[in-house]
């Protein structure tokens, strides 16, 4: 008897629990829907809950309108990048240059990477997509579509939106992990191959003057450098730390009816080759054009005509002035070579003034430019960029190594006066022993 009374209790005391835990669940599952409800109505649609309002992210920050417009708070130099619907999957130049070095490891004023990109939205994230141009098929062509499952195009960076998009469909993202990173690779080719130490501070770097205009936005960033190693070098105020700034040029590509031209291998010249597998009837898949300047004849009748858009070169302001002349003579005598093709007054030479508002950097000026590297031994180089697809050349900078006028008086000297009395060494100026160089410069050993 007293068995089944137990039973019994057990069995009422399941139940209860039974019919109690159903009840807990319902009203567990009724408070989470509600919840949700209400999560989702305080959210509008097409706005992601950890998203700003375009215009509550900018508040108090200057507007930079241009190809892309730019948003910089001066204060703590905080940036975003506005980005427009029709902005994406339109290919753009990237133009990196290092304004300025640290005069030991890295010369400043040198042209550095460029590559084209598109910009792909890709959840929450932006994506800036290199393409690749190395192998290349006509569109209309069939195997056009393998050659897109064959070949890989390449991130150079991603960032997170920053905001909902505005009335205009235009969205922000923060560009800072993109553009104030070490694009030179500067951790490697310093820090580990060069055995300096010497990595990337992200947190002493930061972003520089920014300008934006209708055909390109130029961007300045100021990247430090930090190492626990002692680095000799005469330049470097510290063994420990330097810093680099880099200048990038966001631009639209060439406009115009420019057509390309190929090369000839009796005939050396700079290159734009890729390898084209439109047709495959071909002797090689390669095609080469020539690097040059989109010289067009404003009368195209006349055998010597000057041109439509003359190149224009810039003697940067930093040139000193008892030089400049002769620069801008020496630039100009290249024009006799332009009249043989049929050209007249085909390089102009004009002088950057102290006020001038645009940067050397700026793909839109052709600039010769006057750096201070102490431990380098050449005497100028002319690097250019081109269009990737058709080989135009859209800018070129000239570098003139201070040193290099100090060694023309030196080899004069060597002429004019017997070394051994020069020097008292016996021996020429110019050749030079490991025991002459500073400690800084001997790592080649």
Same mark, same amino acid.
């Given at each position: 008897?007293?068995r089944?009374?137990?039973l ?24 989470s829907k ?8 305080a ?10 309002p ?28 506005a ?7 339109k290919?753009y130049?990237?133009?990196v240059?290092?304004t300025a070095?640290?005069?030991?490891f890295?010369e400043g ?9 598109? /910009?792909?939205q890709?959840?929450? $994230?932006v994506? +800036?997509?290199? =393409?690749?141009?190395?192998?290349? %098929? #006509?569109? *209309?062509?069939?195997l056009?579509?393998s /050659?897109?499952?064959?070949?890989? $195009?390449a991130? +150079?960076?991603? =960032?997170i939106v920053?905001s909902? %998009? #505005?009335? *205009? ?10 553009l ?6 500067i951790?490697?080719f310093v ?5 300096t130490?010497f990595?990337f ?22 990247l ?5 190693k002692?680095?000799s ?7 420990y730390?330097?810093?680099?700034t880099?200048h990038y040029?966001?631009?639209?590509l060439?406009?115009?009816?420019y057509?390309?031209r190929l ?27 020539v ?22 070169y ?8 008892e030089?400049?002349d ?20 085909a ?9 001038a508002d645009?940067?050397p ?6 600039v010769?430019?006057?750096?201070v590297?102490?431990?380098q031994?050449?005497?100028?180089i002319?690097?250019?960029?081109k269009?990737p ?6 800018d ?6 201070a040193?290099t006028?100090r060694?023309?008086?030196?080899y004069?000297?060597?002429f004019?006066e017997p070394?051994s009395?020069?020097?008292g060494?016996?021996r ?5 022993k ?10 080649w050993?």
């Open positions: 008897m007293r089944s009374i137990l019994l209790t057990l069995t009422a005391f399941c139940a209860s629990l039974l019919f109690s835990s159903g009840s807990l669940g319902a009203s567990y599952w009724q408070k509600e919840k949700k409800q209400k999560a989702s109505a959210v509008p649609p097409g706005k992601k809950d950890n998203e700003k375009f215009n509550e992210v900018i508040k108090g920050f200057d507007k930079i309108p241009g190809l892309f417009d730019f948003y910089m708070n001066k204060k703590d130099l905080q940036v975003y990048m980005i427009k619907p029709d902005q994406f999957g290919e130049l990237c133009n240059t290092r070095g640290d005069g030991t890295a004023g040198l042209q550095g990477d460029y590559f084209l990109f598109t /910009l792909k890709v959840g929450k $994230r994506q +800036f997509i290199q =393409t690749n141009v190395n192998l290349r %098929a #006509d569109s *209309s062509a069939e056009s579509k /050659l897109e499952r064959s070949i890989s $195009r991130i +150079f960076g991603s =960032t920053a909902t %998009a #505005d009335t *205009s469909g235009a969205i922000l993202i923060d560009p800072s992990s993109i104030v990173s070490d694009v030179d690779n951790n490697y820090g580990s191959e060069g055995k130490g990595r501070d992200r947190e002493n770097s930061n972003f520089g003057a920014i300008k934006s205009f209708p055909q390109n936005s130029e961007i300045d960033v100021v430090h450098y930090k190492s626990d002692p680095n070098g005469m330049t470097l105020a510290s063994p730390s330097l810093f680099m880099y040029s966001l631009s639209t060439p406009e115009g009816n057509r390309p090369a000839d291998d009796r005939i050396g010249m700079f290159q734009t080759i890729y390898q084209d597998y439109t047709n495959l009837d071909t002797e090689t898949p390669y095609v080469r054009y690097n040059r300047w989109n010289l067009e004849k404003k009368d195209s009748t006349a055998a010597l005509s000057e041109p439509k858009e003359p190149v224009v810039w003697l940067e302001n930093t040139t000193p002035e030089y400049r002769d620069i801008r003579e020496g630039v100009l005598s290249w024009n006799k070579a332009f009249e043989a093709a049929g050209f007249k007054n390089i102009v030479v004009k002088q950057m003034p102290d006020t645009w940067d950097a700026d793909v839109r000026f052709n010769i430019r006057w750096i590297w102490p431990t031994r050449y005497g100028a002319g690097p250019s960029r269009d697809y058709s080989g135009q050349i859209y070129a900078d000239v570098m003139i190594v040193n006028i060694n023309i008086f030196a004069a000297d060597n004019i070394t009395k020069a020097n060494t016996g020429s100026p110019f050749e030079v490991i025991e002459d160089l500073p400690a800084g410069n001997r790592n050993e």
